[in-house]
């Protein structure tokens, strides 16, 4: 009993906010730390799915981790309804004699000044992939400008057409970089406003389908939704997004008059969230690329990337918004027959 007091008074002098979950997720215990500067007692959140108080920024699920230590990124949720973006290192708790038993996980928070190298590389990689980004687009317009100034009367009409065409497609591009970049910045300093309400998963779903068709290019959709579901509780712009962004991308790599599937149901192990998944025929993704999707730029490195056209921010939106609207996303399974994104929203 001495033993107990003093080990949780020592974890009381720690600095660093610390919680403990069970293997359910269900927060067993806090630090004074973490009472200090998020206001909730231990008292009023023991018992509670860890959800109510912090959201790792990660596809990783925390109690199927097989590593001893990781770090991450997460969000904190104070009393008062603010939050705060901070660095994570989870640890499993595993029983001595049963390796193989897992018994929960403690998180720790680290305060932002102890993560300055990290935020230094971070922006740094953040400029070059920026950088680059914008460099080839400008390259291609500045290419096709200068050879219709200096060569117009030279070029055919069809190959006027053609240059111009091909700048209009790289100013695009831009924009939505740009368009992007500015969302992710609103994203990360939580600027970001949403009108959670509920909302009817089927309409959005068939008016995101619509709209998508005419990029289909002989891709099927197939539909397998659950009858009879509740209203899921998010926001009507962002899901249409969300659905915008994972649809469009089965869209880009799946072969000509493949088979899109989209099945929505109430989750069997959580009765109080939708699931939503999209099923595609594409040449799947790597093991190794499997943890970069959800982080910014992920482009992965193959030949039908390198055909299509896109940001490398996608993927981290669609995962930032679905975390703001409380809900989660990850990769369902990738290989040779295609990929399965999922990703489950709260209802009322």
């Known amino acids: 009993m001495l033993q107990n007091l003093i080990l949780a008074k020592a974890i009381d002098l720690i600095p660093d906010p610390i919680i403990a979950v069970d293997e359910q997720g269900r927060i067993v215990f806090t630090n004074e730390a973490h009472k200090n500067l998020t206001g909730w007692h231990l008292s009023e959140i023991k018992g509670q799915n860890y959800r109510l108080v912090y959201e790792i920024l990660s596809d990783v699920n925390l109690l199927a981790e097989e590593k001893k230590n990781f770090k991450q990124e997460a969000i904190l949720y104070k009393k008062d309804g603010s939050k705060l973006t901070l660095n994570v290192t989870c640890s499993a708790l595993k029983h001595d004699g049963l390796p193989s038993v897992k018994l929960g996980q403690i998180i720790v928070f680290h305060p932002l000044f102890l993560q300055v190298e990290d935020m230094q590389k971070t922006s ?82 068939d008016r995101v389908c619509e709209v998508l068709g005419n990029q289909a290019g002989g891709r099927i959709f197939i539909y397998d939704f659950q009858a009879k579901l509740p209203p899921v509780m998010a926001d009507s712009d962002r899901l249409e997004q969300i659905l915008n962004n994972l649809i469009g991308n089965a869209i880009k790599y799946s072969p000509d ?82 990929s399965t994104f999922s990703f489950a929203l709260p209802v009322k």
């Open 257 to 338: 008059h493949s088979s899109i599937t989209i099945k929505t149901q109430l989750e069997k192990k959580n009765k109080s969230r939708i699931l939503i998944s999209i099923t595609d025929q594409g040449p799947g993704i790597g093991q190794e690329d499997q943890e970069l999707i959800f982080t910014r730029f992920s482009r992965l490195d193959n030949p039908l990337t390198r055909q299509t056209k896109g940001t490398g921010l996608g993927l981290y939106i669609t995962k930032s918004l679905i975390s703001a609207m409380k809900g989660e996303v990850w990769l369902e399974k990738s290989d040779s027959t295609g």
């Open 124 to 205: 740094d990689d953040f400029v070059s992939t920026v950088s680059h980004e914008l460099r080839t687009p400008l390259t291609s317009i500045k290419g096709f400008a200068e050879t219709l100034i200096k060569s117009k009367d030279k070029l055919k009409e069809s190959d006027q057409k053609r240059f111009l065409q091909i700048i209009k497609e790289q100013a695009d591009h831009l924009t939505r970089l740009v368009e992007d970049l500015l969302f992710v910045s609103r994203l990360d300093n939580h600027k970001l406003h949403l009108t959670i309400r509920e909302l009817e998963l089927k309409k959005h779903i």
